[in-house]
């Protein structure tokens, strides 16, 4: 059994929950205006794989995050049409672009990189700690910058109050689909960044590297109530999970085992949690601003 460093341990926790923070404190804007995002997947891959091409191209990690801002940004534009505009089922759209940027991520691999499984090694950002990070730091500031912007704000206000009840909100003078896409737009960019920052610390790009994350995270929202703060420390949890895979690598348990210790306890996790939560009234269904009417 390898020897455990409690600074090491902590570190690499805090490395792990990253992709996890961001994604999950994305998807709270999301279900808090009303739209379910199982789409977290693709919207991490596509983020991944315009990181690792943008610089690449260019050898500017700078150039990579903006790219990675913009491939999710057009994903979730994609998403939010899909679910908001032509008012789609949104687990089915959600399972569909996830499937959709995963086929698509793997022909850009074919095309830039000539493989269908991984990029050419990209240098990342370079920085002495893992608190020098500008996206380590962008985590931490997407926590306690969504709670002001959720809570603390008449935009957030206005966001929650069209999860709740849409029809509510519309008759008090509010804009439900451009509510509910704003929140579909902050939770792709956050998981767009969530796979820059994966592609870095992996310094290339391989196919299908969100790796169910993406369901992570959304499992991390909802055990944290909807909540950034509490989808940032669920977030934290599973990044424990997931690094007792490297601690018990070594040890007596099989592979198979190991490997599938976050997703257990995931479920565990989830089937003692989602009863107690109560998800916003309104998430997951389609608004009809004239159904009252007809």
């Known amino acids: 059994m390898m020897e455990i460093e409690p600074l090491v341990i902590l570190l690499q926790i ?62 979730a534009l994609l998403f939010a ?52 990070d500008p996206l380590f730091l962008t985590a931490l500031v997407s926590v306690v910058g969504g709670h002001l912007l959720l809570f603390k704000t008449p935009y957030g206000l206005r966001l929650r109050a069209t999860g709740e009840s849409a029809e509510t909100a519309d008759s008090a003078g509010i804009n439900v689909e451009r509510m509910r896409y704003s929140g579909v737009l902050i939770s792709g960019v956050l998981a767009a960044l969530a796979g820059a920052f994966l592609v870095f610390q992996q310094h290339t790009f391989t196919d299908n590297m969100s790796a169910g994350r993406g369901y992570i995270a959304l499992a991390a929202m909802i055990i944290g109530k909807w909540t950034p703060a509490g989808a940032a420390l669920a977030s934290l949890m599973f990044a424990f999970t997931e690094s007792m895979e490297i601690w018990l690598q070594s040890g007596f348990l099989p592979s198979q085992l190991v490997q599938s210790l976050p997703y257990i306890i995931t479920l565990f996790v989830l089937a003692g949690f989602v009863g107690h939560s109560v998800a916003p009234r309104d998430s997951g269904i389609p608004f009809e601003k004239n159904r009252q009417s007809e």
């Open 14 to 75: 805090l490395r792990i929950a990253v992709p996890y923070v961001l994604t999950s404190v994305g998807a709270t804007f999301s279900e808090r205006g009303g739209v379910v995002n199982l789409a977290l997947e693709g919207l991490m891959l596509a983020g991944a794989f315009g990181a690792a091409f943008g610089q690449y191209r260019t050898g500017s990690a700078l150039v990579g995050v903006l790219l990675a801002l913009f491939s999710g940004f057009v994903v």
């Open 81 to 132: 049409f899909i679910t908001v505009t032509l008012k789609a089922d949104q687990i089915v759209a959600g399972i569909a672009i996830n499937i959709l940027v995963m086929g698509a991520t793997r022909f850009g691999l074919s095309l830039v990189f000539g493989s269908a499984m991984n990029s050419e090694r990209i240098a990342g950002i370079t920085v002495s700690s893992l608190f020098l």
